[in-house]
């Protein structure tokens, strides 16, 4: 055993194989053999098998076991190592939470989070958490006097892990996981697999989004490595090679048959897969490479979605293209009848007045609501973070400010919100060298929105019937032929997680 003046370090034989195992923080409970996968609990000086891992899923991260960093927040300059890895799995696909250490000894973890991540410390709190049933996604709460709102509670289960950990759920053992999110942007998790230790600060933590390059890592997987190894398979469906680019992907398409495969179980378990008739082809080929917002991004997926407003006939329809950034992570570029937009998922929670708000607020901006819809996918092509499959349905509201977007999803288990702006077709033509295409992707000139009293597609219509009626009376009286032009309503979009919270 060796102790230093931040932690006590401890190494003892595996009690599975003889191999050392280490314990770098005096807060880790459990450990996974490296050799023989025996999960080894430590009470004091004493280690115990307690079962066998299963195998790690890969994921292809970047991160990797002793990969350090730096978290600066809130005028703090957190040195950490990363020393254990749980993953996750739910009906949303399969994500990683890291467990760090910090060089004072206390601990943290750095999880994936809507293609991005979040690093989170542990949250003391001043009353006891209420069971998770009593979470019911959409509602507002208050966790130390602070409202957040409930943005996902869904089934969870541990499927393999490797380092040492603070805890660690049953293996393959169902347990429920509530996220909150509040309006400054913060993340708190309450994990309820030890619901023996709830409200304890191990099992609750309170997190922020933060980038990889601003963490300023060093020792991470060496990208050419992972390049090597490659991810490919034959399709399901018609044999066709199947090239995934992205570490994070959890479900692609076919580029031979435009089958949906789903990979969110990994590549060596049976994929699955759905066919889809009548591709359509997008006016931004997928593969390409543009700059926007100062920003290099790859067009890597690619969705047309139907919406429809509750009491209404008319059904209006976009489309949104996945750009993907190596550091900056996920954006969404939209385009709608309203025009052309850039808006990216967003951590935290805007505050609204109730569940029918005809406004909400987030990071100190006011947006009024113009669009509630519920929204279809009809067809995806490329690759997605989360499982996305057709026919998924979300129930939406748009938001605008003057010069900024707002839009929120939800979902029976999630809710989740993107933030962004409009941006002219001139600088989406500009952006991925498409000037030739520029009548094609012509759009709604960009305006401020203005928050004066909303007039809802029905009235638009009424109106423009009475126009239509005017002009052909006045026709009638003049002799001369009238016409009409109706315009369609519609969302400017925001973004589809498919209820795909990791």
């Known amino acids: ?85 749980a993953q996750y799995k739910s009906s949303n696909g399969v994500w990683a939470e890291w467990n760090a250490i910090l060089d004072d000894g206390s601990m943290a973890s750095l999880a994936e989070d809507n293609g991005s991540y979040v690093f989170s410390r542990p949250l003391t709190l001043q009353r006891q958490v209420p069971t998770a049933d009593q979470f019911r996604v ?46 400054d942007g913060d993340v708190i998790s309450i994990d309820y697999s030890s619901p023996e230790v709830v409200p304890a600060t191990q099992a609750i933590s309170r997190g922020r989004a ?16 992972r390049e090597e190894k490659g991810r490919q398979f034959a399709c399901p469906h018609c044999g066709a090679p199947v090239q995934v680019v992205l570490d994070t992907t959890k479900s692609i398409t076919c580029s031979a048959c435009n089958s949906i495969i789903d990979l969110s179980s990994g ?32 067009v890597v997926g690619f969705q047309h979605r139907m919406g429809q407003e509750p009491g209404d006939d008319e059904q209006f329809g976009w489309d949104e293209y996945l750009l993907y950034n190596r550091k900056r992570g996920f954006s969404f570029l939209v385009d709608s009848s309203d025009g052309w937009s850039i808006v990216k998922p967003a951590t935290g929670a805007p505050t609204m007045a109730n569940r029918n708000s005809q406004s909400a607020t987030y990071l100190g901006t006011t947006y009024a609501l113009q669009y509630s ?28 400010s003057a010069n900024g977007l707002l839009s929120q999803e939800q979902t029976p288990t999630e809710v989740t ?29 960009v305006k401020p929105f203005s928050a004066a009293p909303q007039v809802s597609l029905r009235a638009i219509i009424i109106i423009l019937v009475l126009i239509v009626l005017v002009i052909i009376i006045m026709s009638s009286c003049s002799g001369s032929s009238g016409g009409s032009s109706r315009s369609s309503g519609g969302s400017y979009g925001g973004f589809s997680s498919g209820g795909g919270h990791k």
């Open 373 to 400: 819809y519920e929204a279809e996918t009809t067809y995806v092509a490329g690759e997605f973070y989360w499982p996305v499959s057709r026919g998924q349905k979300t129930f939406n509201r748009d938001f605008a």
């Open 138 to 183: 959409g509602m507002t709460t208050a966790i130390n006097g602070k409202p957040y709102s409930v943005a996902f509670n869904e089934q969870v289960t541990l499927i393999s892990a490797q380092g040492e950990l603070p805890r660690l759920a049953p293996l393959g053992t169902p347990f429920s996981v509530v996220e909150l999110r509040g309006a």
């Open 267 to 298: 590549l060596g378990g049976e994929l699955r897969h759905a066919e889809q008739d009548e591709p359509i082809k997008t006016l931004i080929p997928l593969g390409t490479k543009g700059q926007l917002q100062g920003v290099q991004w790859q």
């Open 1 to 85: 055993m060796a102790t230093d003046a931040a932690q006590r370090h401890y190494r003892a034989p595996c009690p599975g194989c003889g191999a050392p195992v280490e314990f770098r923080s005096a807060q880790s409970t459990y450990a996974v053999c490296p050799f023989c996968q025996s999960t080894v609990v430590r009470s004091g000086d004493v280690l115990a098998r307690v079962g066998k891992m299963a195998e790690l899923f890969d994921d292809h991260s970047p991160l990797q076991l002793m990969a350090s960093g730096r978290f600066k927040a809130e005028g703090e300059d957190l040195p950490f190592t990363l020393i254990g890895r």
């Open 417 to 445: 919100w993107s933030v962004g702006s409009k941006i002219s077709s001139d600088a989406v033509a500009k952006a991925f060298k498409l000037e030739d295409k520029a009548a094609l992707l012509g759009r709604e000139d």
């Open 210 to 225: 933060v980038l990889l390059e601003d963490l300023q890592f060093k020792g991470l997987k060496d990208e050419s490595v």
